[in-house]
């Protein structure tokens, strides 16, 4: 596919291939941007968020509305192009068609609710006579930057909102998984985007990103990735709005009150989805000692029962990792997490890209399994003695995105909610679930700021104040 930079299709002599990571073959191309198509691509969104500031919300609706109508009826070939660009199985590929889908849509809702507030000045001293009120505004030129592991739907989650606000926005998709952000600005132009209010871009983020991220026509960042590219990325923002979707190694607390059949059936269900390559995934199962070993038992058939292969095999449950080296890594962490007393339960082999579902048990929170972001289809089963010590099993990590409770204890649950430090928190359910509408982000350093397109917008807008000096 070609990129889109300054409202036209162009190719590049150097292009980059896209791989399919179940057997390495070439999907497709991309060109290989550089900072002259950076350059290119902000002199065009800054006309672009011109053109954008100046679309009344109703035809904005309009536009973002029509995608989400294209895309819901594109629904297979957007699922199978992410299934192959991606490795996630095909039934996963096709949910997160359909949700990036309903993303678009409640982000069109959002296009006609963009409002301010008056604001009582005669509250404050000398206030009175004055009338005050808010206005949201668009900052302006947008740029998102996305990870590999939602190709589709992540990139709406950005650039839904920054439309519906009245943002120009240039995309940066993760390199390995360009061809659904491709798509959808397809879809977005065919829908009927002013060419100039949305650039894509492709090209290594370790070439381009500080070219991109660092230019002072841009006026919000909003990044989903790893932490490390998003410590650099605020490092070199300067003073810009910026909004940080970084990692997690997230916990689900078991308590000895659990339902230990539910505990499994989310445990394999939210720990070796997309294998294990998602944000939210269960990678720590803190285990209340009483019923450690039951757990156990209860777990490793339904991990057993997770069959690897080609991800577009209906039969398949977990598909290959996005690249050898991240299958590599986690099998090195698993053999590292053995080789210092922990033991593996089921799994713990590697295939190429595929990785087999794995638990790991007896694992101590300083191994790197535990303590690390692991992003593979493997879980680290570790010992508690009481709430507390769960709590601060939990809380033992630089991240705060997601963490899940397993009780029928009110009071248990409504500590965990209070005291866990984590963006999402879940009661009787695994730390992976999210609803497209719900505000979602980390604390700690798995970021800041949320989307879900209503707090999205937020994010994508300023606010002015505005006081009117009335002489009556
Ligand atoms: P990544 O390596 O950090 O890459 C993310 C994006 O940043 C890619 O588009 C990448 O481009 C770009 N990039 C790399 N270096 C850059 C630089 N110097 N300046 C600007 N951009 C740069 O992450 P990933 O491997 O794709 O994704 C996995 C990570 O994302 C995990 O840590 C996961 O937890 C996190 N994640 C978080 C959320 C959330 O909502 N909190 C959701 C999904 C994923 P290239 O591909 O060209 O290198």
Same mark, same amino acid.
């Given at each position: 596919?070609k990129?889109?930079?300054?409202?036209? !299709?162009?190719?590049?002599?150097?292009?980059?291939?896209?791989?399919?990571?179940?057997?390495?073959s070439v $999907?497709?191309?991309?060109?290989?941007g550089?900072?002259?198509?950076?350059?290119r691509?902000?002199?065009?969104?800054?006309?672009?968020?011109?053109?954008?500031?100046?679309? #009344?919300?109703?035809?904005?609706? *309009? $536009?973002?509305?029509?995608?989400?109508e294209?895309?819901?009826?594109?629904?297979?070939?957007?699922?199978?192009? $992410?299934?192959?660009e991606e490795?996630?199985?095909?039934?996963?590929?096709?949910?997160?068609?359909?949700?990036?889908?309903?993303?678009?849509?409640?982000?069109?809702?959002?296009?006609?609710?963009?409002?301010?507030?008056?604001?009582?000045?005669?509250?404050?001293?000398?206030?009175?006579?004055k009338?005050?009120?808010?206005?949201?505004? #668009?900052?302006?030129?947008?740029?998102?930057?996305?990870?590999?592991?939602?190709?589709?739907?992540? =990139?709406?989650?950005?650039?839904?909102?920054?439309?519906?606000?009245?943002?120009?926005?240039?995309?940066?998709p993760?390199?390995?998984?360009?061809? +659904?952000?491709?798509?959808?600005?397809?879809?977005?132009?065919?829908?009927?985007?002013?060419?100039?209010?949305?650039?894509?871009?492709?090209? +290594?983020?370790?070439e381009?990103?500080?070219?991109?991220?660092?230019?002072?026509?841009?006026?919000?960042?909003?990044?989903?990735?790893?932490?490390?590219?998003?410590?650099?990325?605020?490092?070199?923002?300067?003073?810009?709005?910026?909004?940080?979707?970084?990692?997690?190694? +997230?916990?689900?607390?078991?308590?000895?009150?659990?339902?230990?059949?539910k505990?499994?059936?989310?445990?394999?269900?939210?720990?070796?989805?997309?294998?294990?390559?998602?944000?939210?995934?269960?990678?720590?199962?803190?285990t209340?000692?009483?019923?450690?070993?039951?757990?156990?038992?209860?777990?490793?058939p339904?991990?057993?029962?997770?069959?690897?292969?080609?991800?577009?095999?209906?039969?398949?449950?977990?598909?290959?990792?996005v690249?050898? *080296?991240?299958?590599?890594?986690?099998?090195?962490?698993?053999?590292?997490?053995?080789?210092?007393?922990?033991?593996? =339960?089921?799994?713990?082999?590697?295939?190429?890209?595929?990785?087999?579902?794995?638990?790991?048990?007896?694992?101590? #929170?300083?191994m790197?399994?535990?303590?690390?972001?692991?992003?593979?289809?493997?879980?680290?089963?570790?010992?508690?003695?009481?709430?507390?010590?769960?709590i601060?099993?939990?809380?033992?990590?630089?991240?705060?995105? +997601?963490?899940?409770?397993?009780?029928?204890?009110?009071?248990?649950?409504? *500590?965990?909610?209070?005291?866990?430090?984590?963006?999402?928190?879940?009661?009787?359910?695994? #730390?992976? !679930?999210?609803?497209?509408?719900?505000?979602?982000?980390?604390?700690?350093?798995?970021?800041?700021?949320?989307?879900?397109?209503?707090?999205?917008?937020?994010?994508?807008?300023?606010l002015?104040?505005?006081?009117?000096?009335?002489?009556?």
């Amino acid at each position: 596919m070609k990129m889109h930079v300054a409202g036209q !299709w162009i190719d590049k002599p150097q292009k980059i291939e896209v791989l399919n990571p179940y057997d390495n073959s070439v $999907i497709d191309t991309v060109p290989r941007g550089e900072a002259a198509d950076v350059d290119r691509a902000l002199e065009s969104a800054t006309r672009g968020a011109r053109v954008m500031a100046a679309l #009344p919300g109703y035809e904005r609706w *309009k $536009i973002l509305k029509k995608a989400a109508e294209i895309m819901a009826a594109r629904t297979e070939e957007l699922g199978r192009l $992410i299934s192959m660009e991606e490795g996630k199985v095909i039934a996963e590929g096709r949910l997160e068609a359909s949700r990036a889908a309903e993303t678009i849509t409640g982000s069109a809702e959002e296009a006609k609710r963009i409002h301010g507030e008056t604001i009582p000045l005669d509250g404050a001293p000398g206030g009175a006579g004055k009338f005050g009120v808010t206005l949201r505004v #668009p900052c302006g030129v947008v740029v998102a930057i996305s990870p590999f592991n939602f190709p589709l739907n992540l =990139v709406c989650h950005k650039v839904g909102p920054a439309l519906a606000a009245g943002n120009a926005v240039v995309i940066k998709p993760a390199t390995d998984t360009p061809l +659904s952000a491709l798509k959808l600005t397809e879809i977005l132009l065919e829908a009927g985007l002013p060419a100039e209010g949305v650039q894509c871009l492709t090209g +290594s983020g370790g070439e381009i990103g500080d070219a991109l991220v660092a230019d002072r026509r841009v006026r919000k960042i909003t990044f989903t990735g790893s932490r490390d590219v998003g410590e650099r990325i605020c490092r070199l923002a300067g003073i810009k709005k910026v909004t940080m979707e970084l990692g997690s190694n +997230s916990p689900i607390i078991v308590m000895p009150d659990a339902d230990l059949d539910k505990v499994a059936v989310a445990v394999a269900a939210t720990g070796y989805a997309n294998a294990g390559q998602v944000c939210i995934s269960t990678q720590r199962v803190l285990t209340a000692g009483k019923v450690y070993g039951d757990f156990l038992d209860a777990l490793t058939p339904r991990v057993a029962a997770l069959t690897t292969g080609n991800q577009l095999d209906p039969k398949t449950k977990v598909g290959p990792m996005v690249r050898e *080296k991240d299958a590599v890594r986690v099998e090195e962490w698993v053999k590292e997490a053995v080789s210092t007393g922990a033991r593996v =339960v089921v799994g713990g082999e590697r295939r190429g890209t595929i990785y087999a579902p794995t638990i790991v048990a007896d694992v101590k #929170p300083e191994m790197r399994i535990s303590c690390d972001e692991l992003f593979g289809p493997a879980v680290a089963v570790t010992p508690f003695n009481n709430i507390d010590e769960a709590i601060a099993l939990a809380n033992d990590t630089i991240y705060g995105l +997601s963490a899940g409770i397993f009780t029928e204890n009110l009071e248990w649950a409504m *500590k965990f909610a209070r005291e866990v430090q984590s963006g999402n928190l879940h009661i009787n359910w695994g #730390p992976q !679930w999210r609803a497209d509408l719900m505000p979602y982000g980390g604390l700690k350093e798995s970021g800041f700021g949320k989307e879900g397109p209503r707090y999205a917008v937020e994010e994508m807008t300023e606010l002015k104040m505005v006081v009117f000096h009335l002489s009556g």
